[in-house]
């Protein structure tokens, strides 16, 4: 079984920057960040895998944000500069089983509990 645990968000002003993490247990392979912004679905974020660390990303988060993982301590982060109030949300971490990143959120089958970000203007 594995277990997320998402830590980091807050409140910060647009322009600045904010770093999530997730602790996890358990042994996965591909690993993504999903946000869900107030009244609105879940979107994808980023995701990478142990067969792809640079990932892929969002558009709408190109440039601004990175994802990356610390495999020796079981840790997933998204680091988030320039921040926008578009990218208020909260944030969740997933997990899945097969090697390679994925953009669908049905292909995850681990969830953590989420972390709130919000960036005010």
């Known amino acids: 079984q594995v277990q997320l645990v998402e830590s980091g968000g807050g409140l910060v002003q647009a322009g600045g920057s904010l770093r999530l993490s997730c602790a996890y247990s358990g042994r996965t392979f591909g690993m993504a960040w999903f946000r869900q912004p107030p009244g609105k679905e879940r979107e994808f974020v980023a995701s990478?895998?142990?067969?792809?660390?640079?990932?892929v990303l969002s558009d709408s988060v190109k440039g601004r944000f990175t994802i990356s993982r610390d495999n020796a301590k079981n840790m997933l982060f998204l680091q988030m500069n320039s921040l926008k109030p578009e990218d208020t949300a909260v944030y969740y971490c997933a997990a899945r089983r097969a090697n390679w990143p994925s953009r669908q959120i049905e292909d995850y089958d681990y969830w953590g509990q989420g972390t709130q970000v919000t960036v005010s203007s």
């Open positions: 990478n895998a142990w067969a792809d660390p640079r990932g």
